[in-house]
């Protein structure tokens, strides 16, 4: 993830005569009643390597200081331990 404040640029002719969609998403847009069900078995079932995917593991106390080096495009993919 960039940096908070990173602009990106687009042609928006390309956008708009192109048929385009500009759309954010959150989870990768996935449906989560429906897909983390399907990621657990996978990776229980060790066809899914969520461990590689882990940049960090933090305590739930270093959630603020986690989203501080996100905002900074550090740390995107930390996961926090209870």
Same mark, same amino acid.
């Given at each position: 993830?960039?940096?908070?404040? %990173?602009?990106? &640029?687009? /042609?928006?002719? /390309?956008?708009?005569?192109?048929?385009? %969609? *500009?759309?954010?998403?959150?989870?990768?847009?996935?449906?989560?009643? !429906?897909?983390?069900? !399907?990621?657990?078995?996978?990776? *229980?079932? &060790?066809? *899914?390597?969520? /461990? !590689?995917?882990? %940049?960090?593991?933090?305590?739930?106390?270093?959630?603020?200081?986690?989203? &501080?080096?996100?905002?900074?495009?550090?740390?995107?993919? /930390?996961?926090?331990?209870?």
């Amino acid at each position: 993830m960039p940096p908070e404040g %990173t602009r990106v &640029g687009f /042609d928006v002719l /390309d956008l708009c005569y192109g048929g385009k %969609t *500009l759309i954010a998403s959150n989870y990768g847009g996935c449906v989560p009643a !429906r897909d983390f069900p !399907r990621y657990a078995a996978l990776y *229980l079932a &060790g066809r *899914l390597p969520v /461990d !590689r995917l882990i %940049t960090e593991r933090i305590k739930l106390d270093e959630v603020n200081a986690a989203f &501080g080096r996100m905002r900074g495009g550090e740390g995107a993919r /930390d996961v926090v331990l209870l």
